[in-house]
């Protein structure tokens, strides 16, 4: 299996939520598998089904956040800023708009677009990766091409 490639942050967030899961959330399914048995008849008790497949669910859950953490590596942080990266955060400009943006390059498991975090395996994320600041760079996209170019790579 292959590494999972993680920032310190990501790595924490997937740890919290797998003691949550593995804790709080262990507890109130079982509560509940506990008062829908109570209500008779399991057989033909939905709400019986419904609690055992939440339970079913966090379980698998569980088992693949184990998995992922247990091939995590911690990106360094003396990871180089002369060229675009994972976990390098690069400032952007639109070659025909003139806007800039900026994204931070993570795993997939980090992706969070609303965050301005990109997966390194997203278009953008492979069209930007091993290049430097002041270049151009043409990503192709269903939509059609993006042309960007490079301003600035910095890290966190």
Known sequence: MDDVYLT???????????????TTKRRELARAVGEARSHGDISENAEYDAAKDAQGLNEKRIAE?????????????DIPTDMV???????????DSGEEMEYTLVSELEADYSQNKISVTSPVGKGLLEH?????????????????????????
Do not use: F, H, M, W
Not at 85 to 95: E, F, P, Y
Not at 133 to 152: H, Q, R, S
């Open 85 to 95: 990266l994972i976990g390098a955060t690069v400032k952007l400009q639109d070659v």
């Open 65 to 77: 956040l184990e998995q992922k953490l247990s091939r995590a590596r911690i990106l360094d942080d």
């Open 132 to 156: 430097r600041e002041n270049d151009v760079v043409e990503i192709a996209i269903p939509a059609g091409t993006l042309k960007y170019k490079i301003i600035k790579i910095t890290r966190d």
């Open 8 to 22: 310190k942050a990501g790595y924490q967030k997937l740890a919290e939520e797998l003691e949550y899961l593995k």
